[in-house]
Every structure is written in structure tokens, then in C-alpha cells.
């Protein structure tokens, strides 16, 4: 029988991103439909990205339909604060909705996530208390989870985000997204049967304001 996203002979894929690394924005978007079987989104802290092409990320996510890209004036930008956020929403269950809310804050309503205040807007569209958010970023736990976490992806070679490692491979970049799927495809890994009421259909995500 082929193994399933929850059979112990599967290996549990995984999805690393960093709010400071723009194609994230195109995984984050798009994960959700794209990976065959459930894939745990993972905040790392990278450092500033070597190349980032905006031109392309708004070509593809137009071409893909999704909202238009509207970047703030620097980019890239120091995302430690948003990838502490987004690692204390991992804590609450809410690491879904705080990086789409976050990468949607940023590179489509052009607010620079450097900018605490921002980070917290981006925590309010998916219900966490800009207190909690706050005192979560003061905290040692929340930093060693953030740093761990990153150890570990330099560990299986993560060098950008997005970056999905499944099955004991490596798959960088927004392309790398549809990589990882046909490699769990082509190695029998199939989707288990969707529950009557999926909770990624009840999530909800307030995109970013306009202007």
C-alpha cells in the first residue's frame, strides 16, 4: 500500500520560510493546493537574501492570479522580528495564517516588516493580541525555538526560502514547490482521505489593507 502523509513510512515533509525573503510570499499562497499531502510551514530566520528579482515575483503571481506584488521601498528588510512572530504563532497553531498574513502585509501592501508595528498588524489579522505578540518576542523560548529551527534547515542545506525538504531531499525556490510534490508523488506518497470538515477551509486570512 503506498505510505500516506500520516503512515509511519512516510517522511514528514516540511516547509521553510522566512518573511524576509520575497518568493516565500509565492509558496505561502499556493502550498496549501500544491503539496499532496499535509506539510508543517516552519519560520526560519535566513538573514538577507542574495538576490531578489521583484519583476519576476510579480510576473508570477500575476500570472497565477494571485494579488498584485506592491513591495515596500526596502527590500530586502531585517525580518527577525516577523520570523520571531511567526515562530510564536507556530506555538498557538496559527503559522498558516500568520505568514500569509505577513508576507501579504509586506510584499502586497508594501509595509516593511522591520517595523514592529507592522508585524503586529500582520499578528491581529490572525487574532493574536499585539500584547501577546510582544512579550512572545522578549522571550528566550521563542528565540532558541527560531534558532533551532534555522539550525536544523542549514543543517539539510537550506541556503533561501522557500524551501521544502521531504523523503531526505532538498527542494529550494518557488519552483522547488512543484519539485517536492512530484517527488513524494513519484515515490508513492498519496494524499489521505480528506476529513468532512478541513480546518484549512475554516482558516481565515485578512489580506493587507490598501494603500
Request: glycine content about 8%.
Amino acid at each position: 500500500m503506498p505510505p500516506t502523509a500520516g503512515s509511519s513510512t512516510a517522511d514528514h515533509p516540511v516547509l521553510y520560510l522566512d518573511v524576509g525573503h520575497p518568493e516565500s510570499l509565492l509558496a505561502a499562497e499556493r502550498a496549501l493546493q500544491v503539496m499532496p499531502v499535509a506539510t508543517e510551514w516552519i519560520p526560519v530566520h535566513l538573514g538577507l537574501p542574495a538576490d531578489v528579482d521583484l519583476d519576476a515575483l510579480a510576473a508570477r503571481a500575476a500570472a497565477r492570479g494571485h494579488q498584485a506584488v506592491k513591495a515596500p521601498a526596502t527590500v530586502p528588510f531585517d525580518a527577525e522580528q516577523a520570523n520571531l512572530a511567526a515562530t510564536f504563532a507556530k506555538s498557538t497553531g496559527r503559522t498558516v495564517a500568520f505568514l500569509q498574513a505577513a508576507l501579504r502585509q509586506a510584499y502586497n501592501g508594501a509595509r516593511d516588516l522591520s517595523n514592529l508595528d507592522n508585524v503586529l498588524i500582520a499578528g491581529s489579522a490572525c487574532e493574536l493580541h499585539p500584547r501577546s505578540v510582544l512579550k512572545a518576542l522578549e522571550t528566550r523560548g521563542t528565540r532558541r525555538a527560531l534558532d533551532a529551527a534555522t539550525a536544523l534547515a542549514r543543517e539539510r542545506g537550506v541556503t533561501r526560502a522557500p524551501a521544502v525538504f521531504a523523503l531526505g531531499q532538498l527542494f529550494e525556490g518557488d519552483a522547488g514547490l512543484d519539485a517536492a510534490a512530484a517527488h513524494l508523488r513519484a515515490h508513492g506518497v498519496v494524499p489521505e482521505e480528506a476529513p468532512e470538515a478541513d480546518v484549512v477551509e475554516l482558516l481565515t486570512v485578512i489580506p493587507p489593507g490598501r494603500g
